[in-house]
């Protein structure tokens, strides 16, 4: 019996009927705030993920599906979705319409990673994007946009904390004052962070391993050698989230797992599904378009983990959308 891949799933019914009241949801909460979809490929050339996500992140040096096609050219299953959009805004020329641009996606993603619950090695995201505004109120719309629809699937008792990842220049600062904090310990830090040292020191920030989590909590917060400006943007952000209503919790650690992040940086963490289990992950890219050989285009956006999502979503909600009864016709002549 051919049996499927390790790392995807079946979905059968009747949970499939929770991924499309979930995908129905997305759809009319971020319709509502301007989002119009975007469709791009499953495979990619290996090159934009290389560029955009960082050559020395976990996701481009070990957890990518990469092949060569018949002519060679190496491609990549995408491993995530904001690049493949960056390139799309390039390509289709998308700046020449009015700005800001505000895109919308869903659709699986592939990485070989552990598995866990809630994690596949294809797993699907559902995710938005905003581009042509640098503003704190365009992050503010971002994240009032996450929650309107986390609250439209029942949702009371996520927590969303939040970071300023500084500007590139300020994490060149910031690098070498944590490895001067971290030198006497090197020796203590995991294999993998021993690696990082050099290849990619962020990184150890976003280490699992309990010793390494705990010299990096020693540390010093990158936002306390942030410039002005950013911390300005990025107070400015949780200021606003407040008179929203929308509470966020610091996270003076949190670096995400790509390269392309700068300044506000946010996760949203289930408790059912533990502290370290992120359902949820964006953050702002002001240089992103730029570095793929684009103009000057700021954006911010997320991704939402939809199997990590439908897996913990409120018992309200799935008894209104399984308990919904069927209506039979039967036609008698």
Known sequence: MIQRAKGTRDILPPESRLWQVVEATAARIFGGFGYHEIRMPIMEPTELFVRS??????????????????????????????????????????????????????????????????RYRQFAQIGIELLGAATPQADVEVLLALHTFLE??????????????????????????????????????????????????????????????????????????????????????????????????????????????????????????GENTVICGGGRYDRLVSDLGGPTVPGIGFAIGEDRLVDVLPAGFRERVLGQPLTAVIPLG
């Open 53 to 118: 996500v960082g050559e020395g992140t976990d996701i481009v040096s070990k957890e990518m599906y990469t092949f060569q096609d018949r002519k060679g050219r190496s491609l990549t299953l995408r491993p995530e979705g904001t690049a493949s959009v960056a390139r799309a805004f390039i390509e289709n020329g998308l700046g020449q319409r009015p700005q800001p641009l505000r895109l919308s996606y869903v659709g699986p993603m592939f990485r070989y990673e552990k598995m866990q619950r809630g």
């Open 152 to 273: 439209a699937l029942g949702f009371d008792d996520l927590v969303i904390t939040l970071n300023n990842l500084g500007d590139p220049e300020d994490r060149v600062r910031f690098i070498e004052g944590m490895k001067a904090e971290l030198a006497p310990y090197r020796d203590e830090l995991c294999r993998d962070c021993r690696r990082r040292w050099d290849e990619n020191p962020l990184r150890i920030l976003d280490c699992k391993v309990p010793r390494c989590q705990e010299l990096a909590a020693a540390t010093t917060p990158i936002g306390d050698v942030a410039s002005d400006e950013t911390r300005a943007h990025v107070d400015a952000v949780t200021s606003m989230l407040g008179e929203l209503g929308i509470a966020v919790r610091p996270a003076p650690r949190l670096v995400r797992g790509l390269d392309y992040y700068q300044r506000t940086v946010f996760e949203v963490i289930s408790p059912e599904l």
